[in-house]
């Protein structure tokens, strides 16, 4: 199987090369510039702006796995131009080609879009998505992490000093992100338009917010009291982000906004199928692993 891919050097996406490198998938590679080589792995030089380079990357491929995505901005608009309208180019390429499958990765924040920029944006490139007239699934991941992730390194760096503050009372699942590079490999794979997925690690019912920072706790070998922050002080604390960090700043209004909603759980109805894919890395292993990992980088 020959499957083109966007988004291909950010977290998720390194783990995908990684998941199609063990398989022996080859891989095209949307870069915005120059790449190592690498075996199996054809880079193509571009942009989801840049019709010509959605060309090349797209020619001969099976299947389009389109992870590229803003999950943090500084101005929210760039949401729509990055989510949105690169979304759309990617499937009027894809049409064009005739390309059928196409796996797009969007987030459990489209099941609730009205509370985050983010979230909205990923909900209206569903609506493209869903009327693209391709074989079509949506992945909806929940919180991921692993390896290479830095979003939830302040997590595990905070852990270490015994209290990771929390959002207000509520539970969210999670996924290791070499299981979500397993499950969109899988389902590039496979035909069936019309699908919408939420893949975890098959913990039931998630994680409650204070239950995973004590896990996270467990993972660097500490013990950690997790207060959970009322939603007007997780507000309060994304402005004193921006103030300190501006631009860079993890922690934004728009992100305050989905992370005070109680439910970021899984629907076990929108589970794959045993056959199709499974999870291997149960949550407490995995956040083991991506602690070892962070210390073996010196993030730690």
Not at 77 to 104: E, P, S
Not at 226 to 237: E, F, N
Not at 248 to 276: F, I, N
Request: glycine share 10%.
């Amino acid at each position: 199987m020959s499957v083109a891919i966007t988004g291909a050097t950010g977290f998720v996406g390194q783990a995908v090369l990684d998941a199609a490198n063990r398989q022996g998938i080859a891989i095209r590679a949307l870069t915005r510039r120059a790449q190592q080589p690498r075996e199996g792995l054809t880079w193509i030089e571009g942009a989801l702006s840049d019709s010509a380079s959605l060309d090349r990357l797209i020619e001969g491929a099976e299947a389009v796995i389109h992870i590229a995505g803003l999950t943090n901005a500084p101005d929210p608009k760039d949401f729509h131009q990055a989510n949105v309208i690169g979304t759309r180019n990617l499937l009027r390429a894809c049409q064009d080609a005739g390309v059928r499958r196409f796996v797009f990765v969007s987030s459990l924040s489209a099941r609730e879009p009205e509370l985050s920029r983010y979230g909205a944006s990923k909900a209206e490139a569903e609506k493209w998505v869903g009327a693209s007239g391709l074989d079509w699934t949506m992945v909806r991941p929940p919180a991921v992490y692993g390896p290479r992730d830095r979003d939830m390194l302040e997590l595990f760096r905070a852990a270490r000093f015994g209290v990771v503050p929390v959002p207000p009372r509520g539970r969210t699942s999670i996924i290791h992100v070499d299981d979500l590079a397993e499950s969109l490999l899988a389902l590039g794979a496979r035909t069936g338009s019309g699908e919408i997925v939420e893949p975890d690690d098959g913990h039931p019912n998630g994680y409650e917010h204070a239950e995973l920072a004590k896990l996270i706790g467990r993972a660097v070998g500490k013990r950690v009291v997790a207060p959970h922050l009322p939603a007007p002080l997780l507000h309060l604390a994304a402005k004193a982000d921006r103030a300190l960090r501006g631009d860079k700043a993890k922690l934004t209004p728009d992100r305050a906004g989905y992370m005070a909603h109680p439910d970021w759980v899984c629907d076990p109805a929108r589970a794959l199928a045993d056959e199709v894919w499974k999870p291997k890395i149960s949550g407490p292993d995995g956040l083991k692993q991506t602690a070892d990992w962070y210390r073996a980088q010196g993030w730690l």
